[in-house]
């Protein structure tokens, strides 16, 4: 049985709320000199699953303003891989790149406070899933922090390095 939309709402809430802080630990973990480093060509450094999150937020954040405002939204998939160079997380700077997380993951949160349940149920068609949502979009954000701090710890945690 589905909790009701509140209930499911505070939890995500909570969740998104505890991601940032949750990232800075396990990376600021890592040894600076490993931060950067690849485990294999093509796999991302520690660095790049934790600076990919604040990466991403504004495009969370234009989908939501979508969502909002257009009646039958459409929603285009985004894949680091495909959208951008292979380098590009390697450039940006940590400090920066976490201090912007929790500055705008603050901002976001408050937004998404002031969503009725109405707005938190809107639905858009997304190119790569079978339903989608508000709700949806924003609890695979909260699980989406959670992926890659579990992937930088895990580059934190490796024995050997090849």
């Given amino acids: 049985m589905t909790a009701p939309i509140a209930e499911q709402v505070a939890a995500v809430l909570e969740q998104l709320d505890r991601g940032p802080g949750l990232v800075r630990q396990v990376i600021y973990d890592v040894p600076p000199e490993l931060r950067k480093r690849r485990p294999a060509r093509g796999v991302w450094s520690a660095h790049e699953h934790a600076v990919h999150l604040p990466a991403v937020q504004p ?17 285009r998939s985004y894949e680091p891989s495909r959208d951008d160079p292979d380098d590009a997380l390697l450039k940006l700077e940590l400090d920066t790149e976490m201090d912007r997380f929790d500055r705008e993951r603050a901002d976001l949160i408050e937004r998404l406070r002031e969503l009725t349940p109405d707005q938190w149920a809107i639905a858009a068609d997304h190119e790569e899933y079978s339903h989608y949502s508000v709700l949806i979009m ?11 701090a579990y992937r930088v710890e895990e580059r934190l945690l490796r024995k050997e390095w090849t």
């Fill in 138 to 148: 924003f609890r695979h954000i909260a699980l989406h922090d959670l992926y890659h």
């Fill in 59 to 75: 495009i969370m954040v234009r989908r939501l303003a979508h969502m909002l405002s257009d009646p039958a939204p459409r929603i």
